[in-house]
């Protein structure tokens, strides 16, 4: 596995549309595993094809709503889409790919997701809070979509108690 580097907002590369994985090869399963490695790396909780400079529908989220005793765990979507949407939350929101810089961001409080594994197998994953946050926010990065279009309005500094 390799850590690989997480493009920022300057990059032309973010605003494009990715495209639908059709091989579930090798090559897919480095790409995942490296994105897990360098999202591990980076302290996020989430990471999308096009932040590694790749324009495919491969999506890395961390479950962190897991009981205490209990390790968070990596949730890996291919092609994935949110079946449905439930409730609302509003609250600051940030981008691996705008280190820094957070925005208020109205999500749904719970997201179901159909996706397909790294072998092209369907399956669907439901996540809540934070998890749900990030499934919105990582299938955006697919279509081109970064989190500022989505704010109502971007935290200053001093917002989050920074000088
Ligand atoms: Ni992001």
Known sequence: ?????????????????????????????????????????????????PQVGVLRRVVIVIETNVPEEEEEYFIELVNPEIILEEGEQTGPEGCLSFPGEYGIVTRPNHAKVRAQDRNGNFFEVEGDALTARCFCHEIDHLNGILFPERA????????????
């Open 1 to 49: 596995m390799a850590i690989r580097s997480i493009v920022t907002k300057e990059d032309s590369v973010l605003a494009k549309h990715s495209r639908p994985v059709t091989e579930f090869n090798e090559r897919l399963h480095i790409l995942l595993d490296d994105m897990k490695e360098t999202l591990t790396a980076s302290g996020g909780v989430g990471l999308a094809g």
């Open 152 to 163: 109502e309005r971007m935290l200053k500094p001093e917002d989050f108690g920074e000088e």
